[in-house]
């Protein structure tokens, strides 16, 4: 059936395509020769007003217009793709809006009077601050022409801003100390003041961790001097600073490795063995080999006990969860800390530290939940017998259950002398009415009257 039609559709004629192409860059003649016309030569026609609206309203973009149907025409004329030129001419459409409000905010009443009504609120609000708004967007209309993802440039633009400033001391005192000793000087007390700064920075970072290590306390001092001094030293005194700067990062990659191996057998060892009894209990309830696997039926008092099970359930899954979790997050730092540096430390210190609160909050929540099974351990059956009870005594159980779960676990012997007290109720009910009818009598307690037969006498 497809195709069927596909053959019976009329084959597109090049024809349009040619006709649409002309007639758009008619268009674009008409609009070129309107706008380059010198001023008052076209008298007071409709071409002196096309004129007057679109220079008053575009200003210069004004001149830039004609361009965009005659390209669209040649395009269309010819059969090209037009996805691409839509692309730029929408990214270049952003460019020259965004241009013509910062002209307006340079210069006010210049830019034509579309940028006028655009920017003149933003500029009685908030004065030449507008210029920010039109800046992003003309890097937003590159980007566009440019296919780069929304705000590369304006990244990479602050990343530069960053390096400069970052570096800008440094920068100024290399220049002024290339002038005074020669750039090969400079080059070296360079690359000593960038390795002293690196160290320190390390050693800072370190010393926040282990505030009261002492070979970094004295570390930090014999940097923090060096980096004073360094200004002051003559080539020999460089040369001995570089080798004090390599002393200096060994001494802090043992230090690494030391503090690494130390923190990777507490992280070894920090995982309680409430985690393995957590996942190992939710496997036996996942596998129906668990007490609390067993539904209940749902009668009322064995209902409402059927309804705290679940909770039950739940609850071990979600920390069995839990477990698995910070399970898989301290076998990822024990493989991790295998090849340590400070930025590893610096990041799995505080994630072990986290993870140790995390195991005894967890250990805590588990011991409660063992706590509630073991109270759970002989309800079923309890449940079950109160259901065969009257129903207003199955109906106080399950309020108990809903309302206090926990204190009703906790209180099996009180409710088996109140469910012995309602079975012996129940039971002289029974007798007295046995007693009053010699007749017998059904478990409801309703009495049943038998007619006796008078046996003839013979």
């Known amino acids: 059936m497809a195709k069927a039609r596909s053959r019976g559709a009329p084959p597109v004629s090049r024809f349009d395509g040619e006709a649409l192409g002309l007639v758009l860059f008619a268009l674009g003649i008409f609009l070129g020769v309107t706008v380059l016309l010198p001023q008052g030569s076209s008298g007071t026609g409709f071409m002196a007003g096309a004129q007057t609206l679109l220079t008053s309203q575009l200003g210069w973009a004004a001149w830039l217009l004609p361009v965009v149907p005659v390209a669209y025409?040649?395009?269309?004329?010819?059969?090209?793709?037009?996805?691409?030129?839509?692309?730029?001419?929408?990214?270049?459409?952003?460019?020259?809006?965004?241009?013509?409000?910062?002209?307006?905010?340079?210069?006010?009443?210049?830019?034509?009077?579309?940028?006028?009504?655009?920017?003149?609120?933003l500029l009685r609000a908030v004065s030449y601050l507008a210029a920010l708004l039109p800046l992003v967007t003309l890097t937003l209309g590159a980007e566009l022409m440019l296919r780069l993802p929304p705000l590369t440039l304006l990244k990479g633009f602050f990343r530069f801003v960053s390096v400069l400033l970052g570096g800008g001391a440094a920068q100024v005192q290399g220049v002024i100390e290339s002038r005074q000793e020669g750039r090969e000087s400079a080059r070296v007390r360079g690359a000593a003041r960038q390795g002293v700064a690196a160290t320190l920075r390390d050693v800072e970072a370190l010393r926040r961790l282990y505030p009261q290590a002492a070979a970094l306390n004295t570390l930090l001092g014999e940097l923090r001097g060096a980096q004073r001094d360094v200004r002051t030293l003559d080539e020999a005194g460089l040369a001995h600073?570089?080798?004090?700067?390599?002393?200096?990062?060994?001494?802090?990659?043992?230090?690494?490795?030391?503090?690494?191996?130390?923190?990777?057998?507490?992280?070894?060892?920090?995982?309680?063995?409430?985690?393995?009894?957590?996942?190992?209990?939710?496997?036996?309830?996942?596998?129906?080999?668990?007490?609390?696997?067993?539904?209940?039926?749902?009668?009322?008092?064995?209902?409402?006990?059927?309804?705290?099970?679940?909770?039950?359930?739940?609850?071990?899954?979600?920390?069995?969860?839990?477990?698995?979790?910070?399970?898989?997050?301290?076998?990822?730092?024990?493989?991790?800390l295998g090849k340590p540096d400070v930025g590893?430390?610096?990041r799995e210190l505080p994630a072990h530290r986290e993870r140790l609160t995390e195991w005894q909050e967890l250990a805590v929540d588990f011991t409660a939940w063992r706590g509630r099974l073991e109270a759970y351990a002989g309800w079923p059956d309890l449940t079950a017998a109160f259901d065969r009870a009257p129903t207003e005594v199955a109906a106080q159980l399950a309020e108990a259950l809903a309302g206090d779960p926990d204190g009703t676990l906790a209180d099996p012997a009180g409710w088996?002398?109140?469910?012995?007290?309602?079975?012996?109720?129940?039971?002289?009910?029974?007798?007295?009415?046995?007693?009053?009818?010699?007749?017998?009598?059904?478990?409801?307690?309703?009495?049943?009257?038998?007619?006796?037969?008078?046996?003839?006498?013979?």
């Open 73 to 121: 025409g040649v395009l269309v004329f010819l059969g090209r793709d037009l996805g691409n030129l839509s692309r730029r001419v929408l990214g270049g459409a952003v460019m020259v809006l965004s241009l013509l409000a910062l002209h307006e905010a340079a210069q006010p009443g210049g830019a034509g009077l579309l940028a006028e009504a655009a920017m003149g609120p």
């Open 241 to 336: 600073l570089e080798r004090d700067v390599t002393g200096w990062r060994e001494t802090l990659r043992t230090f690494v490795g030391d503090a690494a191996r130390d923190l990777r057998e507490e992280v070894a060892a920090e995982a309680p063995d409430a985690g393995a009894n957590v996942e190992a209990t939710a496997n036996e309830v996942r596998a129906g080999r668990h007490e609390l696997s067993v539904e209940l039926p749902s009668t009322l008092a064995s209902g409402a006990l059927e309804r705290l099970r679940r909770a039950m359930v739940m609850e071990i899954q979600r920390l069995a969860q839990r477990a698995g979790r910070l399970e898989r997050d301290r076998r990822a730092a024990e493989k991790a």
């Open 344 to 346: 590893l430390l610096a």
């Open 416 to 458: 088996r002398a109140q469910l012995a007290r309602a079975q012996e109720e129940a039971c002289h009910l029974y007798t007295y009415d046995a007693a009053d009818d010699q007749s017998s009598v059904d478990l409801g307690g309703r009495r049943i009257i038998k007619k006796k037969k008078n046996k003839k006498r013979r």
